[in-house]
């Protein structure tokens, strides 16, 4: 619960990610009260609209978007919406912004807007005198487009804004479940003993879609799986799985410790990445169409395996897949626990081996599979059970977990950013990725076409079967 009233001004308040994502949380956070009076949501973007216009659009979003909606309260939480057309490039609107702010609210100003614009976003909110020291910032995804680009950003956004007060927004990290990796992790003695490459063969992690990339076309032709979802998603993910104790659930604290994970990331070789582009399917156009490229040499899947050298992880394989047109919408990270290392029960009896799974969608929760007699006569067969931990049914139906963006908008106005990754992350993110993706363009590396709603290209598959392996998630 937040005591001081808050000003959330969403840049960009008319775009899609506002519609879909940002109004409905907010609303949903306003109905568990945590938008006191005179707590404000401040719409602006480029369409000439009214705010009883805009207060519309936020009610129609919030219907389509918002779950179950209480007229009364959606009535109460619209009487809280303002709206200010403005041009992020240009002077028209930045006064009536100003004029509309109060000093005595903390003032949170949401970049959902193209990433060509945060510069401008920075520099005028700086000139028109409306960063207080109560002032924050959510900087959306893309954060950059390659290590150069995101420190160019960095200096831009750092010459204006300390850095607490920059939220660089990863909805993955706001999920309950990946916050519940830490607490599985964390809080109990039975997992954290065991979390080293002693006892863990090796750790998988799928963010599988079955959506295509639909309108985005020209931003993912530049981007692909790399930079789209590799570097910050699914990286974070591994820093989360991978990371030493911090010494406190602090913003910095948790924050080092991914770092480290990330700078202790091996290079990877060129033969332990698959790269996948979806072709054309029953009623679905190909990648190539869709972004309008017959010659296109971005990815639309991405399969690796990769090390840490430190201490805890040597020897222990990470692998990672992404990719869109995937055959389900899957994505979990597996923990494979090594075989007991001798089996008294024979090798009839079959061999066994723990595996902690954590589902961040469709459902989320954890399972871990443990090792059981399989019941009935005929001696001693073994069989894996999973001992499941699904949130939605463990902790009745009071206990829906909130939306990532509920989570982290609340966070900004609470200025906890544990959950944000921070300057130096975001670079050694880039630093890591980069040369992998200059490897491609030097050897004018094409992906390999893969079947729309399969487990993308046969490469992936066999990245593991070399090793022994078999992935988990998507392919049953
Ligand atoms: P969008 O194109 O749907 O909306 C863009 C918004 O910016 C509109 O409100 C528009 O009026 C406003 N705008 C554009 N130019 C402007 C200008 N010169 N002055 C003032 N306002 C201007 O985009 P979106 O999909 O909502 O994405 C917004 C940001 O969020 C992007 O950085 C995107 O990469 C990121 N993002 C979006 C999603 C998503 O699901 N849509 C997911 C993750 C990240």
């Given at each position: 619960m937040t005591d001081k009233a808050f000003e959330l001004?969403?840049?960009?308040?008319?775009?899609?990610?506002?519609?879909?994502?940002?109004?409905?949380?907010?609303?949903?956070?306003?109905?568990?009260g945590q938008m006191p009076e005179p707590s404000r949501l401040i719409g602006a973007a480029r369409s000439d609209m009214s705010s009883a216009e805009y207060r519309r659009f936020v009610s129609d979003a919030v219907a389509e978007f918002g779950g179950a909606v209480g007229k009364d309260e959606l009535a109460q939480f619209l009487r809280q919406i303002t709206y200010v057309p403005f041009d992020a490039r240009g002077d028209a609107g930045w006064q009536e912004l100003a004029e509309m702010l109060d000093p005595a609210c903390i003032r949170a100003f949401y970049f959902s807007v193209g990433p060509g614009l945060f510069k401008d976003l920075a520099e005028r909110l700086h000139a028109h005198g409306l960063v207080t020291e109560d002032s924050r910032i959510v900087v959306e995804k893309p954060f950059g487009h390659d290590l150069d680009t995101a420190r160019a950003l960095n200096r831009v956004l750092c010459?204006?804004?300390?850095?607490?007060?920059?939220?660089?927004?990863?909805?993955?990290?706001?999920?309950?479940?990946?916050?519940?990796?830490m607490a599985v992790r964390f809080g109990n003695m039975l997992f954290e003993p065991l979390w080293n490459s002693q006892y863990i063969d090796h750790i998988q992690i799928t963010v599988a879609e079955t959506v295509g990339i639909g309108g985005r076309g020209a931003y993912y032709e530049k981007a692909g799986a790399m930079r789209d979802m590799m570097q910050n998603h699914l990286m974070q993910l591994l820093c989360l799985i991978a990371m030493e104790p911090p010494a406190k659930f602090e913003p910095d604290a948790v924050r080092d410790e991914k770092l480290k994970v990330i700078r202790a990331l091996d290079p990877v070789e060129p033969h332990h990445i698959v790269r996948g582009q979806y072709t054309q399917a029953d009623?679905?156009?190909?990648?190539?169409?869709?972004?309008?490229?017959?010659?296109?040499?971005?990815?639309?899947?991405?399969?690796?395996?990769?090390?840490?050298?430190?201490?805890?992880?040597?020897?222990?394989?990470?692998?990672?897949?992404?990719?869109?047109?995937?055959?389900?919408?899957?994505?979990?990270?597996?923990?494979?626990?090594?075989?007991?290392?001798?089996?008294?029960?024979?090798?009839?009896a079959g061999r066994h081996n723990n595996e902690l799974t954590i589902q961040l969608q469709p459902n989320e929760g954890i399972t871990l599979d443990v090792t059981i007699k399989k019941p009935g006569q005929g001696?001693?067969?073994?069989?894996?059970?999973?001992?499941?931990?699904s949130f939605a049914e463990a902790l009745g139906p009071g206990a829906d977990a909130p939306d990532a963006y509920e989570r982290l908008i609340m966070d900004v106005i609470r200025g906890n950013q544990t959950l944000f990754m921070r300057n130096d992350e975001v670079e050694a993110a880039w630093a890591w990725t980069d040369p992998i993706i200059r490897g491609w363009e030097a050897r004018g590396d094409v992906p390999k076409p893969y079947d729309a709603f399969t487990s993308g290209p046969d490469g992936a598959l066999q990245l593991l079967r070399r090793d022994g392996r078999e992935w988990r998630g998507i392919d049953g």
């Open positions: 001004v969403v840049f960009g308040g008319t775009g899609d990610l506002a519609r879909r994502k940002i109004l409905p949380a907010l609303f949903k956070r306003f109905c568990a010459s204006h804004f300390d850095e607490r007060q920059i939220y660089r927004i990863d909805h993955y990290l706001g999920k309950e479940t990946v916050q519940n990796l009623g679905c156009a190909g990648f190539r169409d869709e972004v309008d490229n017959p010659r296109s040499k971005t990815e639309s899947f991405i399969a690796l395996k990769c090390h840490l050298s430190n201490w805890r992880w040597a020897g222990t394989p990470f692998y990672l897949r992404t990719g869109k047109r995937l055959k389900n919408r899957d994505s979990q990270i597996t923990v494979v626990f090594k075989d007991t290392p001798h089996s008294i029960f024979g090798q009839d001696g001693m067969q073994l069989i894996d059970v999973p001992l499941d931990m």
